[in-house]
């Protein structure tokens, strides 16, 4: 049976689970967390008004003691996210994971062992895995076989977030000290949220290590937000370049620095979108075309002529890409 742990318990480690209709993956992220092999004091489970057996099933896990929290009214994927942050002020580490996400054995261990010297916000991140609705690995992430951390320079991870080349959210560990966090997950770009949330917190954190080791799992399937999200233009088109733009100003450099990331983003953008208006055109031109309406708003022609030469230069040596996450 489930176990309540009462909140004024001061918890080292906290992983918080947000989540809305979970019955299907709940199970195998919960028996994750259960097989580490140094397990979380705490797991809060903060249920958006699920009408499956999510509640029952967090209730009947007898392999790991969870606590139940439930939303009196449904707020939504990333208010939910905003309200599982809150529980960041009761540990010393923090770990948000996704309700369809798994992590590997020895990945607490790891992360928070990486930050027992750093000061309180940093954070850690490693690897992860894609795997299926199955379970199934379907691109593996690779590593080095060395389980050590390095640290990376903020400007470094600014950059690759700024190209959307984002951590994901069940890969992060934050040492957050006991401390509110200074930053929450926004609300109007449902799609690249989590991209420029990282990318904020890592601009007021004062170290950012990371694990070339795939510790973690994470889940695409037709229901979750970014399948979701592909369906909606502005979500998956145009919130990229407003969070590529948004995150590129946490960056300190050099306006001749500053000038060639400009350039580079843009025919970045122009690029990202070429490779979607691929994936949509046959089953829907007028969404291709809509896309297509966007990056000539945002990117000058001869970004987008770069772009698609450089779409059929990896096509050619490559093939086309298939429909999967670009991210």
């Excluded at 379970?135 to 076989?145: H, I, K, S, Y």
């Excluded at 890969?171 to 770009?189: A, E, N, Y």
């Amino acid at each position: 049976m489930s176990l309540w742990v009462f909140p004024w318990v001061v918890s080292e480690v906290i992983t918080a689970i947000p989540v809305f209709n979970g019955e299907r993956y709940l199970c195998a992220t919960l028996e994750s967390l259960a097989a580490q092999g140094r397990r979380p004091d705490r797991v809060v489970v903060i249920d958006d008004c699920s009408t499956d057996g999510t509640r029952e099933l967090v209730r009947g896990c007898d392999s790991i003691r969870c606590e139940l929290v439930r939303n009196e009214t449904n707020l939504g994927l990333f208010l939910n996210l905003n309200r599982a942050l809150e529980y960041a002020a009761e540990a010393e580490y923090f770990h948000l994971l996704l309700a369809d996400d798994c992590v590997r054995p020895n990945f607490i261990e790891c992360l928070v062992d990486s930050l027992a010297a750093a000061a309180a916000p940093s954070l850690a991140y490693c690897a992860y895995d894609w795997i299926d609705a199955d379970g199934q690995v379907t691109r593996r992430a690779g590593g080095n076989g060395r389980f050590v951390a390095s640290e990376i320079s903020r400007r470094d991870f600014l950059s690759r977030q700024s190209a959307l080349k984002t951590v994901s959210v069940g890969s992060v560990v934050i040492r957050s000290g006991h401390q509110t966090l200074p930053v929450k997950f926004r609300s109007d770009m449902p799609h690249v949220a989590d991209c420029v949330f990282y990318a904020e917190l890592a601009a007021s954190a004062h170290q950012i290590l990371a694990f070339r080791e795939a510790l973690c799992e994470i889940r695409r399937h037709s229901e979750n937000a970014t399948s979701r999200n592909a369906k909606n233009l502005n979500a998956w088109v145009a919130d990229e370049w407003r969070a590529m733009r948004c995150i590129s100003n946490l960056i300190r450099e050099s306006n001749w620095r500053r000038c060639i990331r400009g350039h580079y983003q843009q025919c970045l953008f122009a690029a990202r979108s070429r490779v979607k208006q691929q994936w949509t055109r046959a089953d829907d031109p007028h969404f291709a075309c809509q896309i297509g309406v966007i990056v000539e708003h945002e990117t000058s022609w001869h970004h987008r002529f770069l772009a698609a030469g450089a779409v059929l230069l990896r096509d050619l040596v490559k093939g086309k890409n298939l429909p999967t996450d670009p991210r």
